[in-house]
Nanobody, 126 residues
Framework: QVQLVESGGGLVQAGGSLRLSCTAS????????MGWFRQAPGKEREFVAV????????YYADSVKGRFTISRDYAKNTVYLQMNSLKPEDTAVYYC???????????????????WGQGTQVTVSS
């Protein structure tokens, strides 16, 4: 079992920044891939970014590339999502997820994420 707890969401004006954190506990491994997703009201959950625990390889959705940065602190079992130049369309509940399946696809497919956090709300005002 892996437990994921997100924090860092809030209300920010357009152009501002926020940093989300996701701390993992339980059965963790350097082979895991850790992703961020988001879901706006009335929309499907969408991929934002992913990172590997071991080598720090990253992959981003086109909509956030150049504005968001995913990173990890292996010693703290924590993954971060630094969000800069925020836009109103970034408003959503942001979820952290862990892929513990040791799959070969990159980036991992949605169904390969088997643990999810409870989500944290990010609201960007115009």
């Amino acid at each position: 079992q892996v437990q994921l707890v997100e924090s860092g969401g809030g209300l920010v004006q357009a152009g501002g920044s926020l940093r989300l954190s996701c701390t993992a506990s339980g059965r963790t491994s350097s082979n895991y891939r850790m992703g961020w997703f988001r879901q706006a009201p009335g929309k499907e959950r969408e991929f934002v970014a992913v990172i590997t625990w071991s080598g720090g390889s990253t992959y981003y959705a086109d909509s956030v590339k150049g504005r968001f940065t995913i990173s990890r602190d292996y010693a703290k079992n924590t993954v971060y999502l630094q969000m800069n130049s925020l836009k109103p369309e970034d408003t959503a509940v942001y979820y952290c997820a862990a892929d513990t399946s040791y799959g070969s696809s990159w980036p991992p497919l949605l169904y390969e994420y088997d643990y999810w956090g409870q989500g944290t709300q990010v609201t960007v005002s115009s």
